[in-house]
């Protein structure tokens, strides 16, 4: 029973860029419109972190670390959210998940962005 899936990453060079996708599959469309939806990213030896938001409204939010590289963006009637990730740098490598904010779904199973030359 999936209820969320990531897609996108890959292994770029420093400067590179990638474009994640989330779907919902499993989440009421009505659900998901009311939802802020985030990004969440995962190194090893770390906690998940939440990186980037986007509310109902579309108001979105980021963490500094991404701050004027990546931008969030959703698709209700798709029931997606995007993650246009550019100017990548090596401590952005990690797995990459979607979720509602604050969590209230199972995690999927997340992309993997890694950045390396």
């Known amino acids: 029973q999936v209820h969320l899936v990531e897609s996108g990453g890959g292994e770029v060079q420093p400067g590179g860029s990638l474009r994640l996708s989330c779907a919902a599959p499993?989440?009421?469309?009505?659900?998901?419109?009311?939802?802020?939806m985030g990004w969440y990213r995962r190194t090893p030896g770390k906690e998940r972190e939440l990186v980037a938001r986007i509310d109902p409204d579309r108001t979105t939010d980021y963490d500094e670390s991404v701050k004027g590289r990546f931008t969030v963006s959703r698709d209700n009637a798709k029931k997606k959210v995007y993650f246009q990730l550019n100017s990548l740098k090596p401590e952005d490598t990690a797995a990459y998940f979607c979720?509602?904010?604050?969590?209230?779904?199972?995690w999927g199973q997340g992309t993997q962005v890694t950045v390396s030359s």
């Open positions: 979720n509602t904010v604050p969590v209230k779904r199972p």
């Open positions: 499993r989440m009421i469309t009505s659900v998901f419109n009311a939802e802020s």
